[in-house]
């Protein structure tokens, strides 16, 4: 079965702002992000990319946009269902502001309880992106063969699902992943089990420097900005 890279979107506007964006429209890559997603083709060079799927927002359609340009006979196909969480009345509001929210605690502790007020839960999010990952690999497989690799780009609680569902992890345990703004997972399915074979790699560390603040014990709801 095919290879999957997942590579999540460039830094937006809103991660810069602390908001939560999820389905907000009009929310861009910003000066960082496009950058990051200018860089993405060269990060790439060498992959025989086969397909790319993309989510519907904004920031992931400019972020796969220099991968395309780069490659003119790749075209993007847009899936809904790997577009970002539907946070309901929680989108477009302070990251800051929700930590007070009763909620929050169980988004950290017991996402497979949470239903986002207005939203979706948590756990219909990882469903409808498994399944299109398992489609899309069925698809690629049919189109291209067994070891080809195809490329999605999405956003961070999708991701950190999907991982999860790759490694056999309850969903109450996708909080422990950290992938930052366009890093590259990569998936190798096979006929009876899935082999994460990346992890968030940035291509530099400067996450990994410590910072001024003190580091944040919650995961970041929607992924976090990345490295400052």
């Not at 993405?40 to 799927?53: K, S």
């Not at 890093?183 to 420097?209: C, E, K, M, N, Q």
Request: aromatic share 4%.
């Amino acid at each position: 079965m095919p290879t999957l890279i997942l590579v999540r979107h460039g830094r937006s506007t809103a991660n810069t702002a602390g908001l939560l964006a999820g389905w907000t429209p009009g929310v861009a890559l910003d000066e960082r992000g496009a950058a990051q997603a200018a860089a993405l083709p060269g990060r790439l060079d060498g992959l025989p990319i086969a397909e790319v799927v993309t989510s519907p927002l904004q920031r992931c359609q400019e972020t796969v946009r220099p991968l395309l340009e780069a490659r003119p006979e790749l075209r993007a196909h847009t899936d809904e269902r790997i577009g970002e969480c539907r946070y309901g009345d929680w989108s477009g509001r302070k990251l800051a502001e929700l930590k007070d929210e009763p909620l929050m605690e169980v988004v950290q502790a017991h996402p497979s309880a949470v239903a986002f007020p207005g939203g979706e839960s948590m756990r219909v999010m990882q469903t409808r992106a498994a399944e299109a990952v398992r489609e899309w690999n069925a698809r690629v497989e049919r189109d291209h063969g067994a070891d080809a690799v195809y490329l999605m780009c999405s956003h961070g609680d999708i991701i950190k699902s999907l991982i999860a569902d790759a490694l056999g992890l309850h969903l109450d345990l996708f909080q422990r992943i950290s992938v930052e703004p366009c890093s590259v997972t990569a998936i190798r399915y096979t006929r009876l089990r899935p082999f994460l074979v990346r992890l968030g790699d940035t291509g530099d560390f400067a996450s990994l420097v410590p910072r001024e603040e003190p580091a944040d014990d919650d995961a970041p709801v929607g992924g976090g900005a990345g490295a400052p």
